[in-house]
């Protein structure tokens, strides 16, 4: 039933963006994963249960950091009551008669990013389905109600095409960061007259809106952009914008009053907030600074979801700080992880698609980089996740031999971390990767990352089934599903192995690529 015609403005995001991810980011990428193999209640359940929701209204309590900014940004002209972040399966509550412009924040709506083609081969991801059902419900409401309907987020260059947009019901798609815009975008909406397609960037960080109420994982934007020049990544169209500590501090309480008992910070490169200088040296006091300044605030911990490997190498006592600051380094203390874009260690590669990723090092040092930072981590309760890219257009099998004995090197240190290898995905959808077409040498890197992975499987469980809604049943079963899914990752790998290269097992492929000894790296000298 609609309450007074509905609300003037509504927000969403699709089901599995609208979820908590019991306190672990790292349930995000089950989301990535085929629908058809992973029963939906226990996606919704067990996984990825539902934001606190008001089943009356469907108004979500907490929500996406994109969905926050433009709150706070039509705030400046609409009323509080005017405006509500919903729920996905809960829009019939909230959209009626007076509902003028409903805003989507996506993040790979149709399961063309990377993880999700990488994961999801084929097949209808999670992400992808939950979605076309959101919009299968608001295509109807739409034909009710006649309302205006925009698309951003990471993932709107998914539906930046009019055929895309047609089909989900969208009337404009906005690619780039709408914080400044979104008030006159929302105006030009409801009166019928904004573009289609819209780039846009910020000008100014004090052009970005406060939150105005807290935001899933207690998840806080520390900066934007990181500068580090890569080809492959949509983050390097945005100018680095460092958010001020006071700023910060007044978010982080907002979360923390709710409920979160911990802050994590959003960013595209963690180790360069507050770094002016050429060389991408961090700046220890200034992180120092910001991770005490937020611990202060009442939070258990401070996390973050992206550093740099060049970055880790060329600083351990400041990786030691932060840990020392988060209690990690006690007896028995606790491990975060973090993302790290690895991508590849071949010289040639490195120079031409990592722009300055290696710096304060030389391209030529990336594999000795990554190895050292690897080891700083651990040695300091960090536990890395790894991404790669598999099916670079332009690399040789000499080339990715040299990524093959990366992870042929992490099993002798006994590194802990899980390494993600990634097809290539080409934002023009002319290039990108696909398993059918993977060579020898590529199908061997996948192989040796998931044998890593299986191998370090006990490690990686405790930090993932971690979560006091865990009962020691529960616990026991979440352990069980995750090496299940491992083992079905490598049964995949090896009914490929036989279709791709006449019925060899991958045990044939392999070693032919594999060392007979371990190369051990030694640690570049810092420029």
């Not at 700083?376 to 099998?397: C, H, R, S, V």
Request: a neutral charge; hydrophobic letters at 40%.
């Amino acid at each position: 039933m609609v309450e007074s015609g509905g609300k003037r403005i509504v927000l969403t995001a699709d089901r599995s963006l609208m979820t908590n991810y019991r306190g672990n980011f790292l349930y995000g990428f089950i989301a990535c994963g085929p629908y058809e193999l992973l029963p939906e209640f226990v996606f919704d359940k067990i996984f990825c249960p539902s934001v606190e929701t008001n089943s009356n209204t469907g108004e979500v309590k907490v929500a996406q950091c994109g969905l926050r900014r433009i709150e706070g940004a039509l705030l400046k002209d609409y009323r509080r009551d005017e405006i509500l972040l919903a729920h996905p399966e809960m829009l019939d509550r909230c959209v009626g008669p007076e509902t003028k412009v409903v805003g989507i924040n996506v993040m790979d709506p149709l399961g063309m990013a990377p993880v999700t083609t990488t994961m999801s081969p084929e097949k209808l991801s999670y992400v992808a389905m939950k979605f076309k059902k959101m919009c299968a419900s608001i295509i109807q409401l739409k034909k009710k109600y006649n309302f205006k309907v925009v698309v951003g987020g990471n993932g709107s260059w998914e539906l930046a095409k009019p055929d895309r947009m047609k089909i989900h019901g969208i009337d404009t798609v906005v690619i780039g960061e709408a914080d400044e815009l979104a008030l006159d975008l929302f105006h030009d909406l409801e009166a019928g007259d904004a573009p289609e397609l819209l780039h846009t960037f910020v000008r100014s960080i004090e052009n970005i809106p406060m939150m105005q109420g807290p935001t899933v994982n207690s998840l806080i934007e520390a900066m934007r952009g990181c500068g580090r020049g890569c080809d492959f990544c949509d983050v390097n169209k945005r100018s680095k914008k460092d958010f001020p500590l006071a700023r910060l501090q007044k978010e982080a309480k907002i979360n923390l009053d709710y409920g979160f008992d911990s802050i994590w910070l959003q960013s595209d490169e963690m180790l360069l907030y507050g770094c002016d200088n050429k060389d991408f040296i961090p700046n220890a006091d200034a992180i120092t600074e910001l991770w005490s300044g937020l611990k202060s605030t009442g939070a258990r911990f401070v996390g973050t979801t992206h550093m740099t490997l060049s970055a880790v190498a060329s600083s351990p006592d400041l990786i030691k700080k932060m840990s020392e600051i988060n209690e990690m380094n006690v007896a028995g203390g606790r491990w975060l992880a973090t993302n790290l874009g690895v991508e590849t260690v071949a010289p040639r590669m490195v120079k031409k698609h990592l722009g300055v990723k290696t710096k304060p090092f030389q391209p030529e040092e990336w594999g000795s980089v990554v190895r050292e930072g690897c080891r700083i981590l651990n040695q300091n309760n960090w536990f890395p996740a790894l991404t790669l890219i598999i099916g670079w257009p332009d690399e040789t099998p000499d080339e990715t031999q040299y990524t093959i004995d990366l992870i042929e090197d992490f099993r002798h240190m006994n590194m802990r971390g899980l390494v993600a290898p990634l097809l290539y995905q080409d934002f023009s959808e002319k290039n990108s990767m696909h398993f059918g077409n993977l060579n020898e040498a590529q199908f061997t890197l996948f192989w040796k990352c998931w044998e890593h992975n299986l191998r370090v499987i006990n490690d990686i469980i405790p930090i993932i089934i971690r979560n006091k809604t865990y009962g020691p049943a529960m616990k026991v079963f979440m352990a069980a599903l995750i090496k299940s899914g491992t083992w079905a990752v490598m049964r995949y790998l090896r009914g490929l192995s036989k279709e791709l290269f006449n019925g060899q097992v991958p045990e044939d492929i392999v070693e032919r690529y594999s060392r007979k000894q371990s190369v051990t790296a030694t640690m570049p000298s810092q420029l």
